[in-house]
């Protein structure tokens, strides 16, 4: 299995972002070609650094698995979870379940992929049915305002961890750096 992590809209070698506009994160993960077994569960945990990110501001972008794209409604997920249903019939006799959530206590933000067996609306209990085939990959999106009172210089870092049917694997790490002075 594969993750990474990263904040795009960057200039330079410290990869400087305008600290006006929103931050865009975006995470990759792939169940890997030599995998033994389509992944049935997903959970992302990306930890934001709440002294560097306004929680306030997070607002989900698409979704990605596969052939499928899942948009949510762009309002602040300081507000509540969302959650969103897939059918992935007829080619796969199941459901794919998404919800994000953000603990504003902690600062961590949540996707939790699930294969729900449509019959029962549960997690499916065939143990070869998943919704991310071997190969697949599937990303999550969201934006976030830098906290408005951070100098030029900056640097807000960024890992997450992907974990595949209860095994975890951590991102790289990956920073950008304000800059809010206007040129000269």
């Given at each position: 299995n594969?993750?990474?992590?990263?904040?795009?809209?960057?200039f330079g070698a410290l990869r400087f972002v305008p600290s006006l506009e929103p931050l865009r994160y975006y995470i990759y993960f792939e169940n890997i070609p030599t995998a033994s077994a389509t992944a049935q569960d997903i959970i992302i945990n990306d930890p934001l650094d709440r002294s560097h990110v306004d929680l306030s501001t997070v607002i989900l972008g698409p979704v990605s698995f596969t052939d499928k794209l899942v948009i949510f409604p762009a309002i602040p997920l300081a507000l509540g979870a969302l959650t969103k249903e897939v059918d992935l019939r007829p080619a796969n006799n199941l459901l794919a379940r998404i919800t994000a959530s953000l603990n504003m206590a902690s600062g961590v933000l949540t996707?939790?992929?699930q294969s729900i067996d449509p019959a029962t609306g549960q997690p499916t209990t065939d143990p070869?049915?998943?919704?991310?085939?071997?190969?697949?990959?599937g990303s999550v999106t969201f934006t976030a305002q830098s906290v408005l009172s951070l100098p030029t210089n900056t640097a807000i870092s960024?890992?997450?961890t992907v974990i595949f049917d209860g095994k975890p694997?951590?991102?790289?790490?990956?920073?950008?750096?304000?800059?809010?002075?206007?040129?000269?």
């Open positions: 594969l993750a990474v992590v990263h904040i795009l809209k960057k996707w939790h992929f070869v049915a998943g919704f991310l085939p071997i190969g697949g990959e960024n890992k997450a694997l951590d991102t790289p790490s990956w920073s950008n750096t304000l800059d809010s002075t206007p040129p000269v």
